[in-house]
């Protein structure tokens, strides 16, 4: 038996992703089930999720406060710094 539901979903994201999803033939529901399918069968979102590490957390921090942080003016100035 089916049921029909609705979701709310960003708009921007709803149109990209159908049309990814109507060059695999697929229409919006189809996707979704396809989805809701592999997370019954696996028991686990299909793709990986996860939080920022501690390391990146405190590089971004670094970038806000500028610390610890190089600035190049270019591209080649960079390439030039780490010898590529």
């Given at each position: ?5 609705s ?19 697929f ?52 390439f ?5």
């Amino acid at each position: 038996m089916k049921i029909q539901t609705s979701v709310r979903v960003e708009d921007s994201f709803y149109r990209e992703a159908k049309t990814v999803f109507s060059q695999f033939g697929f229409s919006f529901g189809d996707a979704v089930n396809i989805f809701i399918a592999k997370v019954a069968m696996e028991k686990k979102i299909p793709f990986d999720l996860s939080l920022p590490s501690k390391e990146l957390e405190m590089r971004d921090e670094n970038i806000d406060n500028k610390k610890n942080t190089e600035i190049y003016e270019t591209a080649n100035a960079l390439f030039n710094e780490l010898g590529i």
